[in-house]
């Protein structure tokens, strides 16, 4: 459980509460739900867009197959002992 609680969009400025929209919506169809992390980045709009320039820079970068990544990040996560 996050110390911090989520952004909502409707709560959200008219930009900002937009592009966080728009985030829930390509994470939920590609992930099935929110995730705690996005949610705690949508509470800065900066963040938040810096946030999905990174992933979807690495989601298109093709230097490495998709496969190896997953296994990296994985690894990572397992290294800090990220619980997400």
Not at 9 to 22: A, C, V
Not at 50 to 57: D, T, V
């Amino acid at each position: 459980m996050a110390r911090i609680e989520g952004a909502k969009p409707s709560k959200l400025g008219l930009f900002h509460g937009l592009l966080t929209r728009i985030l829930y919506f390509m994470v939920k169809r590609r992930f099935g739900r929110v995730m705690m992390p996005v949610q705690i980045a949508a509470r800065h709009a900066k963040l938040l867009w810096g946030y999905a320039q990174m992933e979807l820079a690495l989601d298109k970068s093709c230097l490495v197959e998709g496969a190896l990544k997953n296994l990296a990040q994985l690894r990572v996560a397992t290294l800090v002992g990220c619980p997400f």
